[in-house]
């Protein structure tokens, strides 16, 4: 690293190189706790998988560009960055990639958790997602693990479709159907999100509405699907929030098919 | 031009209606100088849009897990899908809440921060 002060395209309020090193010893055991919890959750060593060295890395890249006169806190800034450098590393490491005696299907649920860390990037900063409705307590944390639930149910029924292995096949109809009964604009969003690796961000710019918007949606087709699962059947399609009517009304005009629907009908031929 | 017939008829002229008093007008304040415009910083709070999030607690781990357990369950009570694929989900679930949790040596270094700063 260059022995001179980071500038920032932003503001010339930064840190000297003291001041980021003082930020990375303050830092370091809770880099390294962050290091320790994804290796945990893994069941990898934290040490000799490397996700020690990748934990500090990032922490002395964030320190260098740390820009306190934004008004962040510096670790709401720098944990979601540790915790990616830290999967990353977790997932080059040898305790990852060599065969075990883990079965097939621990090396799936590794492979449906990282992409839930995509998915719901709240989980990095050590947050649980968030339903549309004012729960708390307890009954917010179950509807928020109904949420992961049913975001790697989805991730699952993708896989088990791009699945070359008739062994690792997992039965995908149902979920495609009841994807396939949802309106045309919500098989989309969860086909740009979970099949194509669409941030909501990019979804809602190619819209052009806020990205609350599609936020929201999401939310709520992640509860309207739990209800089809859970009942093993499908429901009268979610209403379209009026945030995304210009879009489906758009959508109908133009006569689109829902991708879900082409391939809950090619699956049957 | 004024065609009268495109006029409709005209109704009859209503009642004048009581006045309120009029309010007192309140005194102008005197207009404050414009000052210059600081930077807008970044928006603060949580990575989640839409609403507060909830703070993942390591005292919460067996409690977090074993709801797991019991979501799923009532998920795929009367799911048909193979219970490979139920496994799969619910061991991911658990894995990515696991991985998001800060141990205690972890949760002292942020309790220590935010006391600092208080």
Redesign the interface.
Known sequence: MADEQVTSEESKEVLSIDEANELVEEHRGWAESIARSVARGWNLDWQSDGLDGAAMEALIFCSRRFNPSLGIPFRGYARRRIHEASTEAARQSKGWIKPTSASQYDRLAKEVSVELFDLFPELRSGSLPMSLDEESGDQAMRVSIRQLLVGATLVTTRQGLASSSPDELLDTKKVISFLAHLEVIHQIIFWRIYWDGDSMRTIASDWEMDELNVIREHKALLDHLQRAIQKDKAFEPLKVRPGLKRVALDMKRDKTIGPFTKLFSEQRT | MNDKKDKKGISGVERAQKSSSIKQVESVDEVTRVTKTE?V??A?G???????????LYE?RE??LS??D???E?????????E??K?????????????????E???A??GK?QDEKS
């Open positions: 930077r910083g970044k603060r949580s990575s989640s849009v839409g609403g507060a999030t909830q703070k993942l919460d409690k977090l709801l797991v019991e979501e799923a009532k998920l795929f009570e009367k799911s048909n899908l193979p490979g694929q496994k799969v989900i619910r061991d991911a679930v658990k894995m990515a809440i696991d991985g998001s949790l800060l141990d040596e972890g949760i270094v942020e921060a």
